[in-house]
């Protein structure tokens, strides 16, 4: 398989990961910032097969990757579904701005990275997330996930290690189990994902833009509707493919990440916003507070799933205080 170092933007769909979890219960998606083209790799660096802004990954998969910022602190961002990197660039921009070097990929499935068959699982997203940090050789880096990519983070870390970790942060993230079970009441019934993928087969573009409603808290009085949020969040989720959109509600419905977050031990900030209806709060950010044993939470009152559109600027700001932390 050759190695194209541009895909034309638009020609697959994913990335936001709870998004999906709460529409079928009146929830919302990770939406994303306006799509502008990535900037190639500075320099070739070694660990794996390399070309313009895509890696090769071993089962042939090429997975998309931007990288912003020439600082040699790094920020390294995992995305939600159905999204891709985009959802990140309003960060990404405030932090190279700020001297950082920021790296962010489009999950397998999603956005311009292949749209292979197999693979779509939360293992293999973790192994193709230590392929693109060991080829772009990235040490002691602070590692950021929203939403699917909080667990993709958390996944990373129980399968690779902390050893190119000196930070993480877990925003509105599906850890540690979205799935209610006996041991996890405050979870969502399997219903509400079986009614995701119902919605997602049935019809996909009109799923996605019902999906930006409680994405961003668009029903919620006095929050101001944007329709360029909305058209940026369809844009990012039909860049999905079908396969990968489907088989991704069950990565981050029905995986838990307990073990994961037991493995973490480096600073850890988990930022949630208490009226996000997407990935509701008590399961997730409160539950995973009580298993990391180096975490901080911080609850952003009224915020939406969408924090990194919705509330940037502050998200930004907490970012940027947060890897600078001794």
């Given at each position: 398989?050759?190695i194209?170092p541009k895909?034309?933007?638009?020609?697959?769909?994913?990335?936001?990961?709870f998004?999906a979890?709460?529409?079928?219960?009146g929830g919302?998606?990770?939406?994303?910032s306006?799509s502008?083209?990535?900037?190639?790799a500075?320099?070739?660096r070694?660990?794996?097969a390399?070309?313009?802004d895509?890696?090769?990954m071993?089962?042939?998969a090429?997975?998309?990757?931007?990288e912003?910022?020439?600082g040699a602190d790094?920020v390294?961002?995992?995305h939600?579904?159905?999204l891709?990197?985009?959802?990140w660039?309003?960060q990404?921009?405030f932090l190279?701005s700020?001297?950082?070097?920021?790296?962010a990929?489009?999950?397998?499935?999603?956005g311009?990275?292949?749209q292979p068959w197999?693979?779509n699982?939360?293992?293999?997203?973790?192994?193709d997330l230590?392929?693109v940090v060991?080829t772009?050789?990235?040490?002691?880096?602070m590692?950021?996930?929203h939403?699917t990519?909080?667990g993709?983070?958390a996944?990373?870390?129980g399968?690779?290690g902390q050893?190119?970790?000196?930070?993480?942060?877990?925003?509105?993230s599906?850890?540690p189990?979205?799935?209610?079970t006996p041991?996890?009441?405050?979870?969502a019934?399997?219903?509400?994902?079986?009614?995701?993928?119902?919605?997602?087969q049935?019809d996909?573009?009109?799923?996605?833009?019902d999906?930006t409603?409680?994405?961003?808290?668009?029903?919620?009085?006095?929050?101001?509707?944007s329709?360029?949020?909305?058209?940026?969040?369809?844009?990012q989720?039909m860049?999905?493919?079908?396969?990968?959109?489907y088989?991704c509600i069950?990565?981050f419905s029905e995986?838990?990440f307990?073990?994961?977050?037991?493995?973490?031990?480096?600073?850890t900030?988990?930022?949630?916003?208490d009226?996000?209806q997407?990935?509701p709060?008590n399961?997730?950010?409160i539950?995973?507070?009580?298993?990391?044993?180096n975490?901080?939470?911080e609850?952003?009152?009224?915020?939406?799933?969408?924090?990194p559109?919705?509330n940037?600027?502050?998200l930004?700001?907490?970012?940027?205080?947060?890897?600078?932390q001794a």
């Amino acid at each position: 398989m050759s190695i194209s170092p541009k895909i034309a933007v638009g020609t697959s769909r994913r990335s936001a990961l709870f998004n999906a979890v709460a529409i079928a219960a009146g929830g919302v998606a990770a939406a994303g910032s306006s799509s502008t083209q990535a900037q190639p790799a500075s320099t070739p660096r070694s660990g794996g097969a390399l070309r313009g802004d895509m890696i090769a990954m071993k089962d042939g998969a090429q997975i998309y990757f931007k990288e912003w910022g020439t600082g040699a602190d790094t920020v390294v961002f995992s995305h939600g579904w159905p999204l891709n990197s985009d959802a990140w660039e309003d960060q990404m921009m405030f932090l190279a701005s700020s001297g950082l070097r920021c790296i962010a990929h489009d999950r397998r499935g999603h956005g311009r990275s292949s749209q292979p068959w197999d693979g779509n699982n939360m293992d293999t997203y973790a192994d193709d997330l230590a392929a693109v940090v060991n080829t772009l050789n990235v040490k002691s880096a602070m590692f950021v996930g929203h939403s699917t990519g909080g667990g993709e983070v958390a996944r990373y870390i129980g399968r690779h290690g902390q050893s190119r970790v000196s930070k993480a942060v877990l925003v509105g993230s599906v850890t540690p189990l979205m799935l209610k079970t006996p041991t996890n009441p405050e979870g969502a019934p399997i219903s509400v994902f079986d009614g995701i993928r119902k919605g997602v087969q049935a019809d996909l573009a009109q799923f996605f833009k019902d999906l930006t409603t409680p994405f961003f808290g668009f029903n919620r009085s006095g929050v101001k509707d944007s329709q360029g949020l909305r058209d940026t969040f369809w844009m990012q989720g039909m860049m999905t493919g079908l396969r990968g959109a489907y088989e991704c509600i069950k990565q981050f419905s029905e995986t838990d990440f307990t073990q994961d977050l037991k493995k973490m031990t480096v600073p850890t900030l988990i930022v949630h916003g208490d009226d996000d209806q997407i990935v509701p709060i008590n399961a997730s950010a409160i539950a995973a507070s009580k298993i990391l044993k180096n975490g901080r939470l911080e609850i952003y009152k009224g915020a939406p799933h969408a924090i990194p559109q919705m509330n940037k600027d502050r998200l930004n700001a907490d970012l940027l205080a947060f890897f600078r932390q001794a």
